[in-house]
């Protein structure tokens, strides 16, 4: 099946320590996207790559980072440096070939929890 | 810099009938997409309906459609026949088209919309 896959479901970490959030899509599409979304609130974008080893920042990209080493993957990490890390993250893709083909697709998402 | 602003945090609608889900935007770009994404209790978005700032016609998309006033810069969503399973959040977003290159897209706050028999 092709589609967008994001591990883990649920995902809980200790004050101080560096998670890592796994995106991966086989749909062979060339962006890829990271969203947070609060409570009550829609989504906001941390990073986005148009190709491999390539990437820029979006509006709340502090306290994160990421890598773009093959196109199927866009792995995300939440650093200690991200202060209130408790959020749904949803990862996109989308193809960006012409502008009405360029529609984003999301995957299933992580709930981090910080205890 | 873009905004969306949808003012109905919370709709109710009978079964089978139609609703409208409001949606306005700022932008001074003169090209732009509005898309409207379904959230379900699940948490994945799924991509509903598109439009872009030039085009001619409302986009429709089996029962949904999008209610285009661009003078108005409101991209109002109309869902008809409700059924049980368009409960969920629904979201309006923006994307301006004349960067060049990536395709970030501007969420409002979002609208739940509960479906009742």
């Known amino acids: 099946d092709g589609g967008i896959t994001q591990s883990p479901k649920y995902l809980f970490r200790k004050e101080g320590q560096n998670v890592t959030l796994s995106c991966e899509q086989n749909?062979?599409?060339?962006?890829m996207y990271w969203y947070r979304q609060d409570p009550g609130q829609g989504l906001r974008l941390i990073y986005y790559?148009?190709?491999?080893?390539?990437?820029q920042k979006g509006d709340i990209a502090e306290g994160y980072s990421v890598s773009r080493e093959k196109k199927e993957s866009f792995p995300l990490t939440v650093t200690s440096a991200q202060k209130n890390p408790t959020a749904f993250y949803l990862c996109a893709s989308s193809i960006v070939r012409t502008r009405r083909t360029d529609t984003q697709y999301f995957g299933p998402g992580t709930r981090l929890t910080v205890l | 810099a873009q905004k969306i602003t949808q003012t109905q945090p919370g709709m109710f609608v009978q079964e089978k009938e139609a609703v409208t889900l409001d949606c306005t935007y700022d932008?001074?770009?003169?090209?732009?997409?509005l898309f409207w994404y379904k959230q379900p209790s699940s948490g994945e978005m799924i991509f509903l309906i598109y439009q872009g700032s030039y085009d001619q016609q409302n986009a429709t998309e089996g029962r949904y459609s999008l209610n285009f006033q661009k003078a108005r810069k409101s991209a109002n969503l109309v869902i008809s026949a409700s059924q049980l399973g368009d409960s969920a959040m629904y979201f309006c977003a923006m994307r301006e088209e004349n960067t060049g290159t990536a395709s970030k897209l501007t969420f409002g706050t979002g609208t739940r919309l509960q479906v009742t028999l």
């Open positions: 749909l062979n599409h060339d962006a």
């Open positions: 790559s148009q190709i491999v080893n390539d990437f």
């Open positions: 932008t001074s770009d003169p090209s732009y997409g």
